[in-house]
């Protein structure tokens, strides 16, 4: 081979070495590794999260609904029924954070039964126990709200019933609040009264007079005659001490006073109480008049001791503003709990808000705040 050629075939092995080297080179650095396993992290959570929220929104509008349902199977069968008195329909709820409720119906077999219910898990209830009972025209006493809270989302969804059983679930198309009271005038004279006749009552008969004979004096009473005692035993027969009978009285020793037992119980100290006044409060989500409310909360008999006081809405629900002027207390004393409403159809309804000392001062007071829209 000349060396032409040789010259040739080292340089063609030369390039192929080269481009070899540059082939191996290609690929994702580490720091580009990093950065894509990252970034497919957090979309990832964030599916995870998006994926969470919905099925915890599904549960609530789910179970939200499906309460609704029972709520109007109730009202139809009343009407169905005709229900009596005493055999209406109902629907009862048992408190904030309670996850069961109670419908009372004719479920086929002719009778009314009570049958319980479960919301699905992470939800529970945010208002106040009730008790709804269907009148035989399908309507109840007063409009309510039940909320159903989901603590996972932290927020409530609404089931309304109006007082003539309309029931909405996540609004209030039928706001019985908002329809002002009506006066009713009373209405007097509109019927004619007829004049009564007056017929004249009979004289009474003259009553028989006494005799002029003069009416006998009573007699006057003997006085009665001292009788003198004694039986000559120390008594002296009325001479005046100078009986030969006579005898000193004996005067009597003064006992001694009893001393005081060395095993006497001290009293009693009296235990720590709370109370809190008023227990209710009316707010409006609307009227700017009624849009936060106050209580006073008060210890006695806390002497020596500084308790914290908490007040919290029941259930672990957020329906409403708390606030508290005093946070210590320093033996007995008093604070303000101060509660405003929240904008929204979650925060309708009636809430409980438990107030509280630590250490235990008594039991936990509740205040029930009912909020209208």
């Not at 709990?337 to 509740?366: D, I, L, Y």
């Amino acid at each position: 081979m000349s060396g032409v050629q040789r010259e040739f075939f080292v340089g063609g092995d030369a390039q192929m070495k080269g481009n070899s080297s540059r082939t191996t080179q290609r690929g994702f650095t580490l720091v580009q590794m990093l950065t894509t396993i990252a970034i497919i992290a957090v979309v990832t959570v964030f599916g995870v999260l998006g994926i969470k929220t919905a099925r915890a929104e599904f549960r609530l509008q789910n179970s939200a609904r499906l309460f609704a349902t029972y709520v109007e199977k109730a009202r139809v069968d009343a009407i169905r029924r005709h229900a009596a008195t005493g055999e209406e329909s109902s629907i009862e709820t048992f408190g904030p954070g309670t996850t069961t409720y109670a419908v009372s119906m004719d479920w086929g077999s002719g009778v009314v039964e009570t049958r319980n219910f479960d919301l699905e898990s992470g939800l529970s209830f945010a208002t106040a126990a009730k008790k709804v009972s269907f009148d035989w025209r399908g309507r109840i006493t007063e409009a309510w709200v039940f909320q159903v809270f989901s603590s996972y989302l932290a927020k409530s969804l609404p089931v309304d019933v109006s007082g003539s059983g309309d029931i909405t679930v996540g609004e209030q198309h039928f706001p019985d609040q908002l329809i002002p009271d009506i006066s009713i005038s009373q209405v007097t004279n509109d019927v004619a009264t007829p004049t009564p006749t007056i017929q004249a009552s009979p004289s009474p008969e003259n009553s028989p007079s006494p005799s002029d004979g003069a009416s006998p004096s009573p007699e006057a009473s003997p006085s009665p005659t001292a009788t003198p005692h004694g039986n000559g035993n120390g008594g002296d027969n009325g001479n005046n001490g100078n009986g030969p009978n006579a005898s000193p009285t004996p005067t009597p020793e003064s006992s001694p006073s009893p001393s005081a037992s060395p095993g006497a119980s001290p009293s009693p100290i009296p235990q720590c109480a709370s109370a809190i006044s008023p227990s209710r409060l009316d707010l409006s989500q609307s009227d700017s008049t009624k849009q936060s409310g106050s209580a006073t909360f008060s210890m006695i008999n806390a002497t020596g001791t500084v308790r914290i006081i908490s007040a919290t809405q029941a259930g672990n629900g957020n329906s409403v503003n708390i606030a508290l002027s005093l946070q210590r207390i320093d033996g007995n004393g008093s604070t303000i709990v101060t509660v405003s409403t929240k904008h929204g159809a979650g925060n309708r309804g009636a809430f409980v808000v438990e107030v509280s000392g630590s250490p235990a001062c008594g039991s936990t007071q509740q205040l029930t705040v009912f909020v209208s829209n």
